[in-house]
């Protein structure tokens, strides 16, 4: 017969648990760890302690990058801290702004990198009373400005820089690629202040970077994305499984062109894919269940897995560490939002001009112009209905209607649909079947 359990009983979770949880809240493990389920589903890990009076709560991260395991070993080495009357917040705080005035020290120029973490953690870490969304801004800098600019000194970067930085992201991702450019905007003025640099500002929107890029008004709706004729798949695909060939014959990384190829022939945006976990995964069922907090319209789905799909997973079990619950990751490393797109880009500058849009003037194609290339091709080379292809997109019903009476997820027919798409998809292909080593 099980035992109540007491307040102080710790690994009160289990990762089935912790998976399936989708009521908003704060749910214990126990030893002051909480899982926290925003009002969106959106799931991450808080350290709760009481100290000299004072309540606080600290930020460990994100579900989809520290798992249960890893959770509870942050909480133990936190508690460690709490018996010897460190506070962990404080003692995190001090530790990085430590060392990131022993790394400023060294010279009186300071690079990108630097200034970035300094501003995060002088300005908005004290200014931003919810730790994810300060947890963001240093995120959001270190995955698009760090490829880049991270190793460059701030007093030397331009208007080009900074142009270069969000030119690849701002069609295929301009509400994020928005935000990428407003904290370049206040790091950059932030160094200004700090005499680390002069001059206007590069980052600047009004009379400056709106000359080169869209207005975000008009990019910002799914239906701008550029997309490639379903009559070019077949020599789209030839050629990306030229690249993965490559990739795995020279033992480079995988992630990214098999990640472009699941993402095609799932019809899911870049966020699931990248996200992706191996506990998502039904291998018996051929089925991915996406979570809540992964999808843009909020609620889950089930996506059928043709052949390939598989196959692709089959490619990426042997790179599976333990230490990191992606599907799509190298070394323990994930996918960047542009990380699909920058295969795109690479194949169009070995092709330029190649893979277009004729009926967009030209422009690329992007990973979530593939959705519409499924599109055109189910309404006009086959017999599906619209509401299942629609469906297949993770659409939600616009008519309240008839969305309070079509309340199945259409699962047989869209696997059905899904393994035509991998098919015509793969119809002059010979797929890539090669094992890997890890």
Known sequence: ??????????????????????????????????????????????????????????????????????????????????????????????????????????????????????????????????????????TTLSAYTYPLLGDKWVDEITLHDVFAVLKPIWLEINETATRVRSRMEAVWGWAKVKNYCSGDNPAVWKANLQHLLSSPEKVQDEGHHPSLPYERMGAFMT????????????????????????????????????????????????????????????????????ARAMDILQLMKPHRLDSCPLVFQWRGVGLYNTSMLNVIGNMDEREPKTWIDPRMEGRRVTVHGFRSTLTDWAAETTDHDFKVYDKALAHSEANQTVAAYLRGDMLAKRRLLMDDWAKFCSSVVAPCLATTTA
């Open 239 to 306: 050629r990306l499984h030229e690249i993965q060939d490559a990739n795995i014959k020279f033992r480079r990384s995988i992630s990214p062109a098999m990640a472009l190829e699941f993402a095609i022939l799932t019809a899911m945006r870049t966020n699931p894919i990248i996200l992706a976990t191996w506990s998502e995964i039904d291998e018996e069922r051929r089925l991915w269940t996406v979570p809540t907090e992964h999808m843009k319209g909020k609620f889950p789905i089930r996506v059928p897995l043709s």
């Open 1 to 138: 017969m099980a035992t109540k359990q007491g307040p102080h009983v710790i690994h009160r979770l289990s990762p089935l648990v912790v998976k399936n949880t989708r009521k908003p809240g704060y749910y214990a493990d126990g030893g002051n760890l909480y899982l926290q389920v925003s009002p969106g589903g959106a799931k991450s890990w808080l350290f709760r302690f009481r100290l000299k009076g004072r309540s606080r709560e600290m930020g460990l991260g994100p579900l989809h990058s520290i798992d249960l395991e890893a959770a509870r070993q942050l909480a133990k080495a936190h508690r460690t801290r709490l018996l010897s009357g460190v506070d962990p917040i404080d003692s995190r705080n001090s530790e990085r702004s430590a060392l990131l005035a022993k790394e400023g020290a060294r010279s009186d120029r300071k690079k990108w990198s630097w200034c970035c973490e300094t501003y995060v953690a002088d300005v908005k870490i004290p200014e931003l009373t919810n730790a994810k969304h300060a947890a963001q801004w240093g």
